[in-house]
């Protein structure tokens, strides 16, 4: 079956500071890959995506490029903001079956000015 | 565009008693997915509904369930409320040719057994 892992935090950086949220997959077949933001008392909003190799998702200066050869689609975003935190879900699908997208635990991010 | 919405916004309950929740797609959007986010869990997954039919269920008891209406919205029925039940609950749209392209998310409900 499906799965997804990445870091479950929290991840607490300063201002200005460079993000890296990790997120390696297993999937059957060739999934699509997908980054959600859930700000606090939200719901899930879809940040990025990417459907095929070597595809860059990028959004609100967050981008993601999808690496099938490591099967990892790493969040990053150069300079974070206050704003920017919120819980963070990769999120994978890869058709056929009858489970939907599949999300990993999801990465509490805490932005200190 | 309307997006997906849920409601109530907020529910409390008392344990045991019944619980509904309602959830309506975006319009053209034919399947519904149920989540259910407690505390430091992430999101579990419920139930998934298309054309009207349970197409998959997670690992819950049956006094989760729920229903697909012709018009695509859909309820999620929690009976003999427990504690632990109290959390966000989350529902989510796509079309079924467009789940590559991923789900739209409702704002949920959140329920509180006390």
């Known amino acids: 079956g499906n799965s997804v892992t990445q870091m479950e935090g929290p991840v607490t950086l300063s201002e200005e500071a460079f993000l890296t949220i990790n997120c390696t997959y297993t999937a059957t077949g060739y999934p699509s890959l997908f980054w959600y933001v859930q700000y606090p008392g939200e719901g899930l909003q879809l940040l990025l995506k990417?459907?095929?190799?070597?595809d860059k998702g990028s959004n609100k200066g967050f981008e993601a490029t999808y690496r099938k050869e490591t099967t990892s689609f790493h969040l990053e975003k150069g300079s974070v903001q206050v704003s920017d935190s919120a819980v963070y879900f990769c999120a994978i699908y890869s058709g056929g079956g009858a489970d939907g997208l599949t999300f990993g635990k999801g990465t509490h991010l805490i932005i200190q000015p | 565009e309307a997006g997906v919405t849920q409601s109530p916004t907020h529910l409390i309950k008392t344990r045991g008693q019944q619980a509904t929740l309602r959830c309506s797609p975006i319009?053209?959007?034919?399947?519904v997915y149920w989540y259910q986010q407690a505390l430091g869990l992430g999101l579990q997954f419920l139930l998934w509904?298309?054309?009207?039919?349970?197409?998959n269920r997670g690992n819950f008891p049956p006094r989760f369930s729920g229903r697909q209406f012709p018009n695509y919205s859909s309820e999620l029925n929690v009976n003999a409320l427990e504690l632990e039940d109290s959390a966000l609950y989350l529902c989510?749209?796509?079309?079924?040719?467009?789940?590559?392209?991923?789900?739209?998310f409702g704002s949920g409900t959140r329920l509180t057994v006390v």
């Open positions: 509904y298309d054309e009207g039919e349970e197409r």
């Open positions: 990417a459907t095929k190799a070597d």
């Open positions: 989510a749209s796509s079309f079924l040719q467009g789940l590559p392209y991923g789900y739209t």
């Open positions: 319009s053209g959007h034919t399947s």
